[in-house]
Structure formats: C-alpha cells, structure tokens
C-alpha cells in the first residue's frame, strides 16, 4: 500500500481552540542557541521536546504531483497519542495513534490517496464500501516520517544554517540530505531549544511537508476504536481484490 510520508502516515482530529503561540515564545532563559554546534543543539532541542506533554501541530505541503495537502492535530509523548485529521487535497482522513498501533479511516478519496489508486469516483465508491466506515489498523513505523517523532534517525550529518524566522519565531536551522530527501529541523533561537517545525523536501519531486509545533496544556486522548471497528492491511486487501479494485 502507498503512504504519502507525512499525511497519509498520519493525522489529527482537527482542532478549533487557539494556540499558545510557537514553542520559541515562552521566554525561558537567555541562552543563544545560535552558537550551539549542530549536533549537540539536535540532542538539546530532543531533550527539551520531551518534557513537554501535549502538544498542537500543523502541517501543509503537497504530494509528489504538487498537489496541497493540509493536516491539524495534537500528540501526547508521555501516553505516546495522537490524533489528526488530513485534508488530501479532495479527500479526507482521520488517524489516531495508541497503544503502539496506528489506525486510519477516510472516506473514498482519502483511500484512493492511500492506495495511489486513479482517482475516479468509480473506484472511490467501491473502497469506501468496502471499508465501511472501519480503521486501517497496522503498527506504528516509530521512525521520522511520523509527526510525533524528532530526529528517528539520529543526530549526526545535520548542518546549522543561519538564523532565519519560522512561524514568527526566530529559529536555528539543522538541515540533512540523504536519500533524496532534504530534512530541516527549526530550533528556537533563544531560550530552551523547542523544536518550532520541519520540513521535509524531496528533491526528485513535489512532495513538500512542513509542520508546526505548538506547545498546549490541551490534553490529547485518544481512545483506540473497538475490534469491529477495524481492520488488517491483509484483510482490507484481500476484500479490495475481491471487490475489483486494483
């Protein structure tokens, strides 16, 4: 099954409470990580991440064809939650992430934006029956294509750019390349080194992710759907086959 790195790997009930404003805006201390070496300020701003309990992200870009794509949410990293909802430029999906697994639901369009299906409302229909209103349920990656997770792949082989502003706030950006993927990590300037967003850039194509980090005292829960509720990526492609859908 194909999964957009960033909004088809998850997403977050939208939420329509007002943020506390970037992670960078609290004040805390003087300290200029401006002068900090890129590796230690990626392990600081690691380490400060998570003693944060809630937090509230967003996130825009698009997918390989330059199509937008948009996606609001919360996670909690002490109960390792979140929730989201993506906008697929067309389609809708809803992701929850609890108890080490992740579950999925969209309506027809979202499927066919996960399955990289054609996209014709012929085959939207048929998917969307044949899920019937239940949560794609597989094992969470853990690895740095989900929004919850902060430097997955390590600390090492990140340059810091100069000092530039991200959603108001000014930042150190830790950049890497590897792959074929561009990755950059936007720290606080000053202060407790709150990561304030990333951005993830292919550079073979228009897959473009950028993702903002609020901090929130909102809690994030999430509660798992029942079993009936759900389904294996081997049952739904299995019932997809049986239904005609490629």
């Not at 074929?180 to 292919?202: D, F, N, R, W």
């Not at 909102?218 to 079993?227: G, Q, W, Y």
């Amino acid at each position: 099954m194909k999964k957009h790195r960033l909004f088809a790997a998850v997403s977050v009930a939208a939420l329509a409470i007002a943020t506390l404003g970037a992670c960078g805006d609290d004040g805390d201390g003087g300290a200029d990580n401006t002068k900090t070496e890129a590796k230690a300020l990626a392990e600081q701003a690691v380490a400060v991440m998570k003693t944060q309990e809630f937090i509230k992200l967003s996130a825009k870009g698009t997918d390989e064809n330059g199509k937008p794509q948009t996606m609001s949410g919360c996670a909690g990293f002490k109960a390792k939650t979140l929730k989201a909802t993506v906008d697929t430029g067309g389609g809708k999906m809803d992701v929850m992430m609890v108890g080490g697994a992740q579950y999925t639901k969209a309506d027809g369009a979202g499927w066919l934006t996960l399955l990289g299906t054609d996209e014709d409302p012929a085959t939207a229909e048929k998917v969307a029956k044949v899920a019937a209103g239940r949560y794609l349920k597989s094992t969470s990656e853990g690895d740095d294509d989900e929004i919850g997770s902060f430097f997955a792949d390590g600390t090492d082989g990140y340059t810091k750019g100069q000092p530039a502003k991200f959603a108001s706030t000014d930042v150190v950006p830790l950049t890497k390349e590897k792959d074929g993927a561009k990755q950059t990590y936007y720290i606080a300037a000053k202060g407790k080194p709150y990561i304030v967003g990333k951005l993830k850039e292919q550079t073979d194509s228009k897959d473009r992710e950028e993702t903002t980090f609020t901090r929130t005292e909102d809690k994030c829960e999430v509660t798992a759907p029942a079993a009936d509720k759900t389904m294996t990526q081997q049952e739904f492609t299995a019932q997809l086959k049986a239904a005609g859908v490629k």
